[in-house]
């Protein structure tokens, strides 16, 4: 927490410069007594400091960003060359005074304006050189900051549509299952308190244990079990339903995706067939994949429904949201039989 706190950072990264400055002016054999070296640096150290927030702060926002370069190339050099006599004149004026014995003469300030060439060299470029730095340091930090924002806000957006898809979802399963109920209740079937109970278990689930991205399999694999039981409720002996697991691995997957599939099935499957509808689930699981087929008869070719997609394509869009595109939905429907096929894998999630 303490070295987060950006007046501390910004107080380390100039400590650093100064510590980097003044050490190289030991290196050698000639070298200054550390008092003379600090005095002498102190003075490059204020303009260096003014230099480089005016640079950070001022110029590349105001200017650099909306692409007014030549007038930022200009205010750049005015400023540097502004606070490299700004640095002369602490020198000779405030620095010297304390180190050097008098008598000794003392540059004017018209001199140490003028005198072009010996400011570029001498001071201009340790100047911009360690507020070039810290520019390039702040522009880093501020992308990466911004690359974190973005991610982050990403984040939240995936959230938030993974949870409308959701709730798009859930209020249709249960409109089905609610209809289911009220056909049975219509008729008095003794069936009904069971088919409530069914439905208890699954609200359970879906309000109070699914509530995160991934669950494992075994218990969406419970929950397709309890909503079998209550089809075969409304459709007794009339529907042939063949429900097969293999499973090796509790893998993960994303809560009432499997749901949907199966009741898409019922719905546009057997609700649709007068006859002797048939439903075949195949759920396994191999290494991290998860692959899931259901294969239903149609009564014929299906015709195009917006509301009738809407079960797959809010399928859809939560596994791209997900997954990205590491994932398989495929549809066939041949020989009067509709069958899906969804192929996850756990490495894949995003």
């Known amino acids: 927490m303490f070295f987060q706190n950006r007046i501390v950072q910004h107080a380390l990264f100039w400590i650093a410069i100064a510590v980097l400055s003044v050490s190289q002016d030991f290196i050698g054999p000639q070298s200054n007594p550390f008092a003379v070296t600090l005095a002498y640096y102190l003075c490059y150290l204020v303009s260096q400091i003014l230099l480089a927030y005016i640079l950070a702060y001022y110029l590349l926002p105001k200017f650099y960003i909306k692409k007014k370069y030549i007038a930022c190339i200009a205010l750049t050099i005015v400023f540097v060359y502004i606070f490299s006599v700004l640095s002369r004149f602490c020198t000779v004026y405030l620095a010297e005074p304390l180190i050097r014995t008098p008598p000794f003469v003392q540059e ?184 899931f087929n259901i294969t239903n008869t149609i009564f014929e070719t299906p015709k195009t429904n917006k509301k009738g997609n809407i079960g797959l394509i809010n399928i859809q869009k939560q596994l791209d949201l997900l997954y990205g595109n590491n994932y398989s939905l495929n549809t066939i429907i041949e020989n009067n039989l509709f069958k899906v096929t969804l192929i996850t894998t756990t490495n894949h999630i995003k």
């Open 108 to 291: 004017s300030i018209l001199n140490i304006f003028t005198d072009i060439k010996y400011m570029i060299f001498r001071y201009s470029f340790p100047i911009f050189f360690a507020a070039a730095i810290f520019m390039f340091v702040k522009l880093f930090v501020d992308y990466k900051k911004d690359k974190e924002k973005i991610l982050l806000l990403n984040k939240e957006k995936s959230d938030a549509e993974l949870k409308t898809l959701k709730a798009q979802l859930n209020p249709h399963f249960l409109f089905n299952t609610l209809n289911n109920i009220y056909s049975l209740s219509i008729d008095n079937s003794p069936k009904t308190p069971i088919a409530i109970g069914k439905l208890s278990e699954i609200l359970d689930y879906v309000l109070y244990r699914c509530n995160s991205d991934f669950v494992s399999i075994s218990s969406e694999i419970e929950l397709l079990k309890n909503y079998i039981e209550l089809e075969k409720l409304r459709y007794d002996e009339r529907l042939e339903i063949h429900f097969k697991t293999d499973i090796e691995n509790n893998n993960v997957i994303p809560p009432l995706i499997l749901l949907s599939l199966v009741e898409n099935a019922f719905k546009h499957g057997a609700g649709e067939d007068s006859g002797s509808p048939k439903i075949w689930i195949d759920l396994k699981t191999k290494n991290s994949s998860i692959i």
